[in-house]
């Protein structure tokens, strides 16, 4: 009996050190930061066909998980990408949301890229967008508050955005005559 409780004592020792001498499984590699890049002159907004270049104060931006990214010259223009809708605000499915790895909008008073989902937007200022009407976005808290202040508008944030909002939002034609709105209601340029 004595023996056994030996050997039995001897073997869960054994497996124990063996257990400690096994390589443990690899800890999922997360993956890296999504970053926004600047988009280059020959990037269109794939809603109205401008180009993002031409407003960096403007400028938005969603990355797909395959490392596709989508440019945009407004915030608006970008949520009705997100959010299904076509230029004429009709139901247009451009992508499937849970593709999206990251969402960024340009701080208005920073003029930097900012988390889209973690930003503060004003709506109904006074400041046109380059597509007219615009939620104007902010990564800070105070500084929506300030401008919403000096412009008008109410400070809003990341799930206040709705279709029914991008839908209300106006479109100002001045300044984009000569362009045509092909048969989706995409600008041709």
């Not at 039995?8 to 499984?25: E, N, V, Y």
């Not at 180009?51 to 960096?56: E, H, I, R």
């Not at 930097?112 to 976005?137: C, E, I, L, N, W």
Request: net charge negative.
């Amino acid at each position: 009996m004595r023996l056994m409780r030996t050997i039995i004592l001897i073997s869960a020792m054994a497996m124990l050190l063996f257990a400690g001498c096994t390589k443990a499984p690899a800890e999922k590699a997360q993956p890296a930061a999504v970053t926004p890049v600047e988009p280059t002159m020959n990037d269109k907004c794939p809603v109205c066909g401008m180009m993002p270049a031409k407003y960096p104060e403007w400028r938005a931006q969603v990355v797909l998980k395959n490392g596709e990214r989508y440019h945009f010259d407004s915030p608006k223009d970008m949520f009705k990408f997100v959010l299904g809708l076509s230029n004429k605000n009709e139901p247009k499915q451009w992508i499937n949301k849970n593709d999206i790895a990251a969402i960024f909008v340009t701080d208005y008073a920073t003029k930097q890229y900012t988390d889209a989902t973690k930003a503060y937007y004003v709506k109904g200022s006074d400041v046109q967008g380059p597509m007219g009407d615009d939620v104007v976005p902010f990564a800070k808290s105070e500084d929506a508050h300030a401008f919403a202040s000096q412009h008008g508008g109410e400070v809003i944030t990341y799930e206040d955005i709705t279709p029914e909002l991008i839908k209300s939002l106006g479109m100002m034609m001045g300044g984009m005559q000569g362009m045509d709105m092909g048969s989706e209601g995409e600008m041709k340029m």
